[in-house]
């Protein structure tokens, strides 16, 4: 019989707690009908062998005395019988009342650990059983009862408000739909997955701190659990973006905003000034080398492979984050320059810290000079502004006209002619011009099945 302890196992049960079942035995007859003074044994025969292995491992005397309770020899009940029975007739434990055992020796000092080994069971099942214990005393017996099956008991487990669970019960026990996915749909409702951008972004180490509780389901894959006081969380995300937004206006910006996350474009009212990378430094080059070479040999190594071990690959993944965390260089500001210009602070889906720099508002945009006065005199003037998002370097049909900031080195001869758009200009164009078409065909989507366009095509 392979089902339930091994009889390795059965032997350290017995071994430490003794043999709590007595042998049911029975004597052997020679051909004459006369006891042999052996004896069978028809039920009871895995705690028999595990007897003999603890024998053989002299951990228990030959001459011990084992309890048995003995047949006669011409009972009317067969051996077979007997065997059949001790098994058949048998009632298993229910499993309320594994739960309620685990928690009371928990309770009577002993450690998860010492009854894992004891009943050998995984820790993680213990922990799972005696988070069962968890649940509502209500529910517990209507679990007893057969009212509710074992998943849905595990589904309610993941909260500890008994008011809560109780009444998510009264609710799906009215319905149809009594799934154990309903259940903890309802019991997390008003908490914030672990995996949400705001919690990577606090960390759920700086949210327990702060008096945070998190809720696990031990049962299924939770992705971390759920964060139980959206308050507190809220309060610490704040608090991260003001401290982030101190630590950027002290760069020398005129502004820095905050938010949780900011509109589609809403940076297009906005100029922005240019800035200039920051160089590599010779510690940084001689890394980014490093980094490469390793990359190199690892892919030269195991180019005839159809893929990487994994301990390869996620050492790929690592050195490719560290490569691009270096190449990916910082920009540089003019302090003239950010003195009237500011910086968005949010954070990214993945909750990392993304900041946004170099935006000058419309009216702090630098004055531009008008063309001379009849009295030679020179005036400045603030260019109109039509929305754009444009650099500081200006644009336009005429040298010198109205949006272009003419520099003093360059003679007129040199700025006749038309200026040719920014590239970045270009682009955005090209892109409005491309949402307007989808747009156009989205409205009217006969415009591009008609005739005339098909016999063009």
Known sequence: MKSGLSIEELACDIERRGLLQSLNVRP?????????????????????????????????????SVPCVVRAAGSAILAEDDSLAENVQRVSLHPLDQFRAFRDMLEKGMSEEEIAAAFFVAPAVVKQRLRLMTVSDKLLDIYEQDGMKLE?????????DHARQEQVWDIVSQGHNREPYVIRRMLTEKTVRASDARARFVGLEAYIVAGGHVMRDLFEADDGGWLQDPA???RLVIEKLQAAADDIRAEGWKWVETALSFPWGHTRQFAEI??????????????????????????????????????VDARLGEIEQAILALEERPLAFDPA??????????????????????????????????DDDADGSDEYDYPAYDGQDER????????GGEGNTI?????????DGIKPLPDRLLTELT???????????????????????????
């Open 274 to 311: 240019d800035g200039t990378e920051v160089p590599l430094s010779d510690e940084e080059t001689a890394r980014l080398e490093v980094l490469h070479t390793e990359q190199e040999s690892i892919e030269a190594e195991y180019a005839q492979a159809d893929e990487y071990p994994d301990e």
């Open 232 to 234: 507190i969380l809220d």
């Open 28 to 64: 052997v007859l020679d051909d004459t009908g006369a006891e042999t003074g052996t004896y069978e044994v028809p039920a009871g025969g895995r705690r028999f062998r595990a007897l003999e292995l603890l024998v053989k491992q002299k951990k228990l005397a030959k001459t011990a």
């Open 152 to 160: 849905q008991l595990m589904a309610f487990s993941i909260s500890d």
């Open 337 to 370: 320059d950010m003195a009237r210009a500011g910086a968005f602070v949010s954070f990214d889906s993945d909750g990392t810290l993304q900041v946004e720099r170099g935006f000058v508002l419309p009216e702090d945009m630098p004055a531009e000079p008008k």
């Open 431 to 457: 892109a409005w011009r491309t949402l307007a078409l989808r747009d156009a065909f989205a409205s009217n989507p006969h415009i591009a099945l008609s005739p005339q366009d098909l016999s063009s095509a």
């Open 407 to 415: 520099s003093p080195d360059v003679d007129p001869e040199e700025e």
């Open 392 to 399: 500081l370097t200006g644009y336009g049909d005429d040298a």
